[in-house]
C-alpha cells in the first residue's frame, strides 16, 4: 500500500512505482471510480494503444483500419472456435 497526501486543492500525486507499474505516463488518461468508501483509479487505454493490441491479429503490416478490424474479428472467432471444441 501506497500512502500519498490530498493538497489544499484537492490533488494527489500517484507514486512513480504505481505509475510505472501500471503504465501511466504524462498525458495519459485514468478512470476514477467512486464506491462507498474507496476510490479506484484506472488507466485508460487510448485508441492508437489499443489498435496497437488489434494489429497483432492482423495479417501482413496494414495499416488500414477497416482490415485490420476485419481480420481481428475472423481471428478472435477463431479462437473462440477453438476454444469451445476443447
Known amino acids: 500500500m501506497m500512502m500519498v497526501r490530498v493538497s489544499e486543492r484537492g ?5 512513480a512505482a504505481a505509475r510505472r ?7 495519459s488518461r485514468v478512470r ?4 462507498e468508501d474507496q476510490i479506484v483509479i ?8 489499443l ?5 497483432e491479429y492482423a495479417k501482413g503490416k496494414t ?3 477497416e482490415t ?6 475472423m481471428a478472435i472467432a477463431r479462437e473462440v472456435e477453438d476454444e469451445s471444441r476443447r
Open 63 to 65: 495499416t488500414d483500419w
Open 42 to 49: 484506472k488507466p485508460v487505454k487510448s485508441i492508437a494503444e
Open 68 to 73: 485490420i478490424w476485419e481480420e481481428t474479428q
Open 21 to 27: 507499474k501500471l503504465g501511466i505516463k504524462p498525458k
Open 51 to 55: 489498435g496497437g493490441i488489434l494489429r
Open 32 to 35: 476514477v471510480d467512486v464506491g
Open 11 to 15: 490533488q494527489i500525486s500517484i507514486p
